[in-house]
């Protein structure tokens, strides 16, 4: 299943890569619903091949990628993305 990330919780750390701790939105169709899922449950999910996620910016979809900080922990960023997940963290904050 893939699905469009529309907003992320995010924590007071400092460190980019630690800030984000679960993304949500709505799934899509005429039954829609949000949903809301921990990082690591969506790292988990990518790398299983269960889900895939986006975001929109502007008129087109910017996939969503698992990426390792140099310290070797797995986090969320956009293929767009250079090394940290700036468009994840520019997406509004929500519960």
Not at 15 to 29: A, D, F, K, M
Not at 48 to 63: E, H, L, P
């Amino acid at each position: 299943m893939t699905y469009r990330i529309t907003f992320v919780h995010k924590d007071s750390r400092f460190n980019p890569y630690e800030q984000i701790t679960h993304l949500g939105g709505t799934s899509g169709g005429p039954e829609s619903r949000p949903w809301k899922i921990s990082q690591q449950a969506a790292i988990r999910g990518i790398e299983t091949g269960q889900w895939s996620f986006y975001i929109n910016s502007g008129n087109r979809q910017i996939n969503v990628v698992v990426g390792i900080n140099r310290f070797g922990k797995k986090y969320l960023k956009t293929q767009a993305d250079a090394n940290e997940p700036d468009r994840l963290l520019s997406l509004p904050d929500c519960c």
